[in-house]
């Protein structure tokens, strides 16, 4: 992309007219659902201490190692850009502002990651998420999930399927990663070298690999929950029950370990077929995070709102549908009339009827063509020979009709 003075940085966008009208239909209907689900928004600080990410994401993940935007202040105080919004909320949370132990939080806001810019991979990216704290309750996932739902049908998108799996507790680790590597050692030899290395350092990243060879040998071995504790199982199986009874199938993947080391039990996905290879519209879990002295269980998600956006157009359901238009505009001809007209202008927005007037004495032909661009539903001419009479023309756009009228009935019918 050129660098011109007026473009953004690389993978950031300006978001604007027209387009800005998807983007607060998104926003307004997430409020409503989330105040039905009693959830309370939340602000935090898009900048924080980068030890807050490192220690609750993890300092071996990608999101950490490889993809913030971090920086010194001038008093060398190490921050960083929030990459995602769980730490922030959580942090929070642990400091009392919030209620904190059944503390029910949404947010909305950029999140920024220093990632190779490609489709549906941007360096600042929006989400809308949630967080729930409190103990560990598989029904309590199961209504964060049903939330998601109840969002993504308010927005109008068909066809999201989720994806659910356990990844257990850290107690279950241990016996996690010993199954798993017992299941591959024997065929160890087959797997690429970066695999292999894989399998030494951090062999659940095997469950989620691209690479054809490891896909092949991860499908013949055992699913991870067989290594589980028969509590770690149970978890599971009542969050699946949960759902069933609120009438929302969930497809059960054995392979889905999401990047954060936060998470214990239940971690999902939300994907979505319009959306090509990028094709995850969100990720959610239940976690464990340690602040300060503090642990908080919780469990959340967060929407790629870019990616939200793509899926809904491929619905169907563009921005267009939401621009807002203006019920009426306000030709003027002559300068008193310009006068007048002002005030008209001002009565009418006091009372709720959204208008824009041209502010310049231009020709009439001019002055309708930009009302015609507007949308305006109606248009009001008034110029100075229509003052002296004190009447008004009123013509309806849409019929290509025009009359004159009087101000009572003017008002009327508005
Ligand atoms: P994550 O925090 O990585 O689980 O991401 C949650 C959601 O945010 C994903 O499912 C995407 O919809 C969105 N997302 C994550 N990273 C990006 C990015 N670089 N650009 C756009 N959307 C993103």
């Given amino acids: 992309m050129a660098s011109s003075s007026f473009q953004p940085l ?3 966008s300006d978001i604007s007219a027209p387009d800005v009208a998807i983007w607060q239909m998104i926003e307004e209907r997430a409020r409503e659902i989330f105040a ?9 600080p898009i ?14 993940t990608d999101v950490v190692t490889k993809e913030m935007y971090s920086l010194e202040d001038r008093g060398g105080r190490k921050l ?23 503390a029910r939080v949404y947010y909305m806001g950029p999140m920024f990651r220093c990632e190779r810019p490609q489709a549906g991979r941007k360096r600042q990216f929006h989400q809308i998420g949630v967080e729930a704290a409190g103990a560990p309750n598989p029904r309590a996932d199961a209504e964060v999930i049903a939330l998601q739902l109840h969002l993504l049908s308010a927005w109008g998108l068909d066809g999201a399927k989720i994806r659910l799996n356990t990844i257990g507790l850290p107690e279950d680790r241990a016996a996690v990663l010993e199954g798993l590597r017992e299941a591959i050692r024997p065929r160890l030899s087959e797997l ?7 399998f030494e350092t951090n062999v659940l990243r095997l469950l989620d690999s691209k690479d054809e060879a490891v896909k092949k040998l991860i499908a013949d071995a055992p699913p991870v929950i067989e290594f589980m504790s028969a509590d770690s199982r149970a978890y599971l199986e009542t969050v699946v029950e949960t759902l069933k009874s609120l009438k929302i199938d969930v497809e059960i993947d054995p392979t889905l370990v999401r990047g954060l080391d936060y998470y214990v039990h239940t971690v999902w996905e939300v994907v979505h077929g319009g959306l090509g290879a990028q094709n995850a519209l969100s990720g959610g879990g239940r976690y464990r995070i340690q602040i300060g ?6 469990v959340g998600f967060a929407m790629g709102v870019e990616r939200m956006i793509a899926a809904l157009e491929a619905n169907g359901i563009t921005a267009e549908q939401f621009a807002p238009k203006p019920a009426i505009f306000i030709v003027s001809l002559g300068e008193e009339a310009l006068k007048e007209n002002m005030l008209l202008a001002q009565i009418l927005r006091q009372r709720g009827i959204a208008c824009e007037m041209e502010l310049t004495n231009r020709k009439v032909k001019a002055q309708m063509k930009r009302a015609n661009k507007t ?20 013509k309806n756009m849409e019929e290509g009709t025009q009359r004159e009228v009087e101000l009572p009935e003017l008002m009327e019918l508005l």
Avoid: W
């Fill in 375 to 394: 949308g305006a539903q109606q248009v009001i001419i008034r110029g100075d020979t229509e003052l002296e009479k004190g009447i008004f023309v009123l």
């Fill in 192 to 198: 690429p070298e970066d695999a292999q290395q894989r």
């Fill in 80 to 102: 960083s850009l929030r990459p995602e919004g769980t730490a922030g909320a959580v942090r929070c949370i642990a400091s009392g502002a919030e209620e904190t132990v059944n």
């Fill in 36 to 44: 039905r689900y009693r959830f309370q928004e939340i602000r935090t």
């Fill in 293 to 298: 002295n503090k642990t908080i269980d919780g």
């Fill in 47 to 60: 900048l924080e201490k980068t030890k807050l990410f490192t220690h609750s994401l993890g300092d071996t």
């Fill in 10 to 12: 690389q993978g950031m």
